[in-house]
């Protein structure tokens, strides 16, 4: 069974950093683009940055440009998101997504993803 498991949400003062993993079970995320998404409740699901298989094409949303970074480890297929400078309204429901067919990232990272997690929540509040 394919699956994308992300982990590393929590709660974190504002201010904080946290970093979230998104790795596989049942298949390598080498050949795959991976989008980070979240949705706060009452809220649409939002791209919040996104990173190609060979790491070349990236993109952030404008809320989290500067403070989110992601990186992808293909030799322990995982990538990361790694969040600093957290506010209050960065609270909400991490999800990974995968897809082999995207090779570039233009202005969002929407796709119709081949493969979801079950999400991490992150909460930021002090």
């Known amino acids: 069974q394919l699956q994308l498991v992300e982990s590393g949400g929590g709660l974190v003062q504002p201010g904080g950093s946290l970093r979230l993993s998104c790795a596989a079970s049942g298949f390598t995320l080498d050949y795959y683009a991976i989008g980070w998404f979240r949705q706060a409740p009452g809220k649409e699901r939002e791209g919040v940055s996104c990173?190609?298989?060979?790491?070349?094409?990236?993109h952030y949303a404008d809320s989290v440009k500067g403070r989110f970074t992601i990186s992808r480890d293909n030799a322990k297929s995982t990538v990361y998101l790694q969040m600093n400078s957290l506010k209050p309204e960065d609270t909400a429901v991490y999800y990974c997504?995968?897809?082999?067919?995207?090779?570039?990232?233009?202005?969002?990272?929407?796709?119709?993803?081949?493969?979801w997690g079950q999400g991490t929540q992150v909460t930021v509040s002090s």
């Open positions: 997504a995968a897809d082999p067919r995207i090779t570039y990232y233009g202005s969002s990272c929407a796709y119709n993803y081949a493969y």
């Open positions: 990173i190609t298989s060979s790491g070349r094409s990236t």
